[in-house]
């Protein structure tokens, strides 16, 4: 679970977080949904540490971030940019790498890495080198390497950013399986219809607040709008910075 609590960071003249406070829950999707520039990555990066409050906390599974960074770390991974992967390694040897880096001994990280290969279905593509992987291969690849270390909590920064269908659907699927396996999955996202599509709980942020949460259908019945997007115009007020 992650709690975030009364959040502020000014960057610069900008107040980019503004007293954000919610909570994500394990077996559930959060998706952080906000117009351009409305504090989602500068939210998340925060919720991993890389970015510190100038007040307020966040709590992964009860450790805070700030205080205990490591222990906290241990139940938290970050998806990361997918095009960003050695090229040159295979998922196993670049999985294992990250396993290790995480505090494994070579032989938890082999069988850490085994399980989550399997986990992903991968054993087919596990010992090519990851040069010349499609999109939705290279996400898988990043995926295994942000949950192997068994992180209760997944958080991705725009995940679907420039993929294409197919690998939008891989995503989406893969996301769903790490919901139904019991993980507490947080992402954000200025899209609509995946954040409608995959979300259990949808947190609106605007201006580094929060203006609305509740699931897809909840705010929808709230304004009395028959879709999300329609509901989100309505809770914030304009519909500059958003994709449908
Ligand atoms: N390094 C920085 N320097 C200056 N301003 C910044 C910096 N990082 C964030 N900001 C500002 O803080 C605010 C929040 O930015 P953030 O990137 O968190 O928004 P976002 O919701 O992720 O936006 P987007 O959907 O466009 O990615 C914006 O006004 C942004 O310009």
Redesign the pocket.
């Known amino acids: 679970m992650i709690s975030v609590n009364n959040l502020t960071k000014k960057?610069?003249s900008?107040n980019?977080l503004n007293g954000l406070s919610f909570s994500a829950q394990n077996g559930k999707i959060t998706g952080l949904l906000?117009?351009?520039?409305?504090?989602?990555?500068?939210?998340l990066r925060t919720v991993f540490g890389l970015l510190k409050a100038d007040s307020g906390n966040t709590e992964i599974d009860g450790i805070d971030v700030a205080k205990d960074p490591m222990q906290a770390k241990q139940q938290l991974g970050l998806f990361p940019d997918p095009c960003g992967l050695y090229e040159r390694l295979t998922p196993r040897e670049y999985v294992e790498f990250f396993a290790q880096l995480s505090g494994m001994d070579i032989d938890g990280a082999k069988e850490a890495t085994t399980d989550v290969l399997s986990k992903l279905k991968m054993e087919d593509i596990a010992d090519r080198r990851c040069q010349g992987f499609s999109q939705g291969q290279h996400m898988k690849t990043a995926l295994a390497q942000a949950i192997v270390h068994k992180p209760t909590n997944i958080i991705l920064d725009?995940p679907t950013r420039g993929l294409d269908v197919m690998s939008t659907r891989i995503l989406r699927d893969l996301l769903q399986m790490l919901k139904e396996q019991g993980h507490c999955v947080l992402f954000?996202s200025?899209v609509m219809q995946e954040v409608a599509a995959l979300c259990d709980h949808v947190v609106v942020m605007a201006k580094g607040k929060v203006v609305a949460e509740g699931s897809p259908e909840s705010l929808c019945e709230r304004t009395g709008k028959q879709t999300l997007e329609e509901a989100f115009i309505e809770l914030i007020g304009s519909d500059e910075?958003i994709a449908a």
Do not use: D, F, R
Not at 37 to 43: D, H, L, R, S
């Open positions: 960057i610069g900008v980019a906000g117009p351009n520039g409305a504090g989602k990555t500068t939210c725009e954000s200025h910075g």
